[in-house]
T-cell receptor
């Protein structure tokens, strides 16, 4: 059962453009994680955001976890080729290692 | 500073063969888990362990077996490989409890023909 739906699944844009990736779910949960995965490697945790509208920034990446479905997002400003990769959202119910992942957004930034 | 180490990196099996994917971590983490990653489906949990001697099933456990005899090691066994088990497998570990970062290995690419 896919409990997290990411959109878009594929995105190819030019260097310097902005983009937003959404992570939607009909379930209620208290925190959301974002991972980045490069080819041949495992996912690496970028950030954990908690419900209630929390916003976290990591350089040009802004993560938001609002109450509305459209507010669960990752926004990248002035994308760089180094941002290319697979971005995965995940929830961690029960605090154990039982992560539930979205299907991922494959992002390509063209020079 | 090895982190989470998986072996082998690549493996080709024939249908019906058995094999073990090895996972070791050197961070003294209590929690360890196995995921599989298939195109368009993200990662799905196979089995997990909250400590030595304790294992439990995840979302897709059928056809896989695990054991946790030590804190460091968490092998994943394929009992009788099937083409549907062709996938990329990731081992992960963390300290227990919410809020702790989960670290993933580099993956094991398995093809069953």
């Amino acid at each position: 059962t896919q409990l997290l739906e990411q959109s878009p699944q594929f995105l190819s844009i030019q260097e310097g453009e902005n983009l937003t990736v959404y992570c939607n779910s009909s379930s209620v949960f208290s925190s959301l994680q974002w991972y980045r995965q490069e080819p041949g490697e495992g996912p690496v945790l970028l950030v954990t955001v908690v419900t209630g509208g929390e916003v976290k920034k990591l350089k040009r990446l802004t993560f938001q976890f609002g109450d509305a479905r459209k507010d669960r997002s990752l926004h990248i400003t002035a994308a760089q080729p180094g941002d290319t990769g697979l971005y995965l959202c995940a929830r961690n119910p029960q605090g154990a290692q039982k992560l539930v992942f979205g299907q991922g957004t494959r992002l390509t930034i063209n020079p | 500073n090895a982190g989470v180490t998986q072996t082998p990196k690549f493996q080709v099996l024939k249908t019906g063969q058995s094999m073990t994917l090895q996972c070791a971590q050197d961070m003294n983490h209590e929690y360890m888990s196995w995921y599989r990653q298939d195109p368009g489906m993200g990662l799905r949990l196979i089995h997990y362990s909250v400590g030595a001697g304790i294992t439990d099933q995840g979302e897709v456990p059928n056809g896989y077996n695990v054991s946790r005899s030590t804190t460091e090691d968490f092998p994943l066994r394929l009992l009788s490989a099937a083409p549907s088990q062709t996938s990329v497998y990731f081992c992960a570990s963390s300290f227990g409890g919410s809020g702790n970062t989960i670290y993933f290995g580099e993956g094991s690419w398995l093809t069953v023909v």
